[in-house]
């Protein structure tokens, strides 16, 4: 999270449920790694890493997007405390996302002055890669599935309470009567669901930012994808 757009982040948050998918206890040596982890990213950067851990209840089970939308709620909630409730900008990425950070900033950089004025009503979703079990296994379809945005967005409960998770961010939103805006930087015309055009320049035409999928089987990628004909022509 950053206060300014353009800035190197402030610090980090990374939330973390204290159950798995299938329902067992997060175990006590992967909590270990992960804090470790964090905390010797945190020295080496000379930035603020903070872990939370949040109770996942039977019911939460039950549809993993209320999983995911509970990470990120947790997350925001921390990050609201720690900035002592001042608005700032954040990305909002998964453990299995990972940024092109020299290209990142150099685009982040260059559009400070557009992010500021657009204002804090806005939200950018970004175009990334998407790598199916090994990082040479790269699909040819770009997703959009980054998501920069401001704290103001986020703030009403209903922001990250959607069945389409970040997709449905501005669904929410704009349903409970807000104004939220848009903004797309995918460089594919190949987006599921997504439009052709997009709005906002890459860096140097390339997106910046990795998905090194977690999915270990047909079926599981298929069932994210969307797409079961002529899935494996398009990786």
């Given amino acids: 999270m950053s206060t300014l757009p353009g800035e190197d982040f402030d610090f980090v948050v990374v939330s973390i449920g204290e159950r798995l998918y299938s329902g067992q206890l ?12 964090c905390a010797r990213v945190g020295a ?4 603020s890493v903070l872990t939370v851990k949040y109770p996942v209840s039977d019911a939460d089970l039950l549809n993993p997007y209320v999983l995911h939308n509970l990470a990120r709620q947790t997350a925001f909630h921390e990050a609201r405390s720690h900035t002592g409730y001042r ?11 990972v940024p092109d950070g020299d290209a990142l900033r150099a685009w982040s950089s260059t559009h400070r002055d ?3 004025h657009d204002g804090s009503h806005v939200m950018y979703k970004m175009g990334n890669y ?4 090994h990082p040479c296994l790269v699909s040819m379809l770009l997703q959009d599935s980054i998501v920069l945005v401001h704290s103001n967005v986020l703030g009403p409960p209903r922001a990250l309470t959607h069945k389409r998770e970040r997709d449905g961010i501005a669904d929410a939103i704009i349903s409970g009567g807000g104004g939220v805006v848009v903004r797309r930087n995918v ?20 997106a910046m930012f990795w998905h090194y999928s977690w999915v270990r089987t047909f079926d599981a990628f298929s069932s994210i994808v ?7 022509d398009k990786v």
């Fill in 226 to 232: 969307g797409l079961r004909e002529g899935l494996l």
């Fill in 187 to 206: 460089l594919s015309d190949g987006i599921k669901g997504g439009p052709r055009p997009s709005t906002l320049p890459s860096c140097n035409g390339q």
């Fill in 87 to 97: 608005p700032f900008w954040a990305f909002l990425l998964d453990a299995d996302k």
């Fill in 114 to 116: 557009k992010i500021e």
């Fill in 26 to 37: 997060e175990s006590a040596e992967e909590l270990s790694y992960i804090a470790k982890v």
């Fill in 44 to 47: 080496s950067s000379g930035k």
């Fill in 130 to 133: 998407w790598a199916f079990m």
